[in-house]
Protein backbone atom coordinates (compact mmCIF):
# COMPACT_ATOMS: atom_id res chain seq x y z
CA UNK A 1 0.00 0.00 0.00
CA UNK A 2 0.81 3.55 -0.32
CA UNK A 3 2.20 5.85 2.47
CA UNK A 4 -1.42 7.51 2.07
CA UNK A 5 -3.34 4.20 3.21
CA UNK A 6 -0.77 3.32 6.16
CA UNK A 7 -1.35 6.59 7.18
CA UNK A 8 -5.05 6.52 6.87
CA UNK A 9 -5.23 3.14 8.49
CA UNK A 10 -2.67 4.50 11.48
CA UNK A 11 -5.72 7.16 11.82
CA UNK A 12 -8.41 4.53 12.56
CA UNK A 13 -6.23 2.94 14.83
CA UNK A 14 -5.29 6.11 16.59
CA UNK A 15 -9.44 7.17 16.91
CA UNK A 16 -10.16 4.33 18.17
CA UNK A 17 -7.24 5.08 20.92
CA UNK A 18 -8.51 8.14 21.31
CA UNK A 19 -5.47 9.11 20.64
CA UNK A 20 -6.15 12.95 19.66
CA UNK A 21 -2.89 14.59 19.16
CA UNK A 22 -1.87 11.69 16.92
CA UNK A 23 -5.52 11.36 14.79
CA UNK A 24 -5.07 15.14 14.14
CA UNK A 25 -1.34 14.56 12.79
CA UNK A 26 -2.23 12.06 10.51
CA UNK A 27 -5.34 13.80 9.61
CA UNK A 28 -3.17 16.63 8.58
CA UNK A 29 -0.57 14.41 6.47
CA UNK A 30 -3.58 12.94 4.81
CA UNK A 31 -4.92 16.28 3.69
CA UNK A 32 -1.45 17.37 2.46
CA UNK A 33 -1.04 13.96 0.39
CA UNK A 34 -4.63 14.89 -1.34
CA UNK A 35 -3.86 18.52 -1.89
CA UNK A 36 -0.19 17.19 -3.45
CA UNK A 37 -2.60 15.09 -5.63
CA UNK A 38 -4.21 17.47 -7.32
CA UNK A 39 -2.13 20.46 -7.22
CA UNK A 40 -1.16 20.10 -11.11
CA UNK A 41 -2.86 20.64 -14.41
CA UNK A 42 -4.73 16.86 -13.64
CA UNK A 43 -4.76 15.13 -10.83
CA UNK A 44 -2.61 11.77 -10.20
CA UNK A 45 -1.34 9.26 -7.79
CA UNK A 46 2.09 9.92 -6.10
CA UNK A 47 5.00 7.94 -5.88
CA UNK A 48 6.09 6.74 -2.62
CA UNK A 49 9.31 9.23 -3.26
CA UNK A 50 6.77 11.96 -3.61
CA UNK A 51 4.61 10.89 -0.40
CA UNK A 52 7.41 11.39 1.68
CA UNK A 53 8.91 14.70 0.33
CA UNK A 54 5.28 16.11 1.04
CA UNK A 55 5.78 14.94 4.52
CA UNK A 56 9.07 16.60 5.14
CA UNK A 57 7.21 19.49 3.77
CA UNK A 58 5.27 19.65 6.61
CA UNK A 59 8.23 18.77 9.12
CA UNK A 60 9.78 21.94 7.77
CA UNK A 61 6.50 24.09 8.25
CA UNK A 62 5.53 22.88 11.63
CA UNK A 63 9.16 23.60 12.52
CA UNK A 64 9.04 27.21 11.21
CA UNK A 65 5.76 27.66 12.63
CA UNK A 66 7.45 26.27 16.23
CA UNK A 67 10.30 29.03 15.81
CA UNK A 68 8.01 31.64 14.87
CA UNK A 69 6.16 30.72 18.61
CA UNK A 70 9.02 30.37 20.26
CA UNK A 71 10.24 33.84 19.23
CA UNK A 72 6.31 35.22 20.24
CA UNK A 73 6.64 33.33 23.89
CA UNK A 74 4.41 31.40 22.87
CA UNK A 75 5.68 28.09 24.22
CA UNK A 76 2.15 26.30 24.57
CA UNK A 77 1.73 26.64 20.84
CA UNK A 78 5.35 25.64 20.26
CA UNK A 79 5.49 22.57 21.93
CA UNK A 80 1.75 21.21 19.80
CA UNK A 81 3.96 22.01 16.29
CA UNK A 82 7.45 20.01 17.72
CA UNK A 83 4.98 17.27 18.57
CA UNK A 84 3.16 16.32 15.25
CA UNK A 85 6.97 17.08 14.32
CA UNK A 86 8.11 13.91 16.49
CA UNK A 87 5.28 11.93 14.61
CA UNK A 88 5.68 12.89 11.33
CA UNK A 89 8.95 12.21 12.01
CA UNK A 90 7.92 8.22 13.33
CA UNK A 91 5.82 8.22 10.26
CA UNK A 92 9.20 8.88 8.04
CA UNK A 93 11.37 6.48 10.09
CA UNK A 94 8.84 3.75 9.93
CA UNK A 95 7.47 3.18 7.08
CA UNK A 96 6.79 -0.20 7.02
CA UNK A 97 5.64 -0.27 11.03
CA UNK A 98 2.17 1.20 12.31
CA UNK A 99 2.77 4.75 13.79
CA UNK A 100 0.21 4.16 16.66
CA UNK A 101 2.42 0.98 18.39
CA UNK A 102 5.71 3.03 18.01
CA UNK A 103 4.46 6.41 19.24
CA UNK A 104 2.52 4.41 22.50
CA UNK A 105 6.12 3.10 22.78
CA UNK A 106 7.66 6.59 23.12
Known amino acids: GTVEDRLHDDMVAAMKARNTVLTTTLRMGIGALKNEKVAGKEAR????????????????????SAQAY???MRPELAAKEL????????????????????????
Do not use: C, M, Y
Open 45 to 64: ELTQDEEIAVLQREVRSRKD
Open 70 to 72: TDG
Open 83 to 106: AEVDILLLLLLLPLQHTLQSFNEL
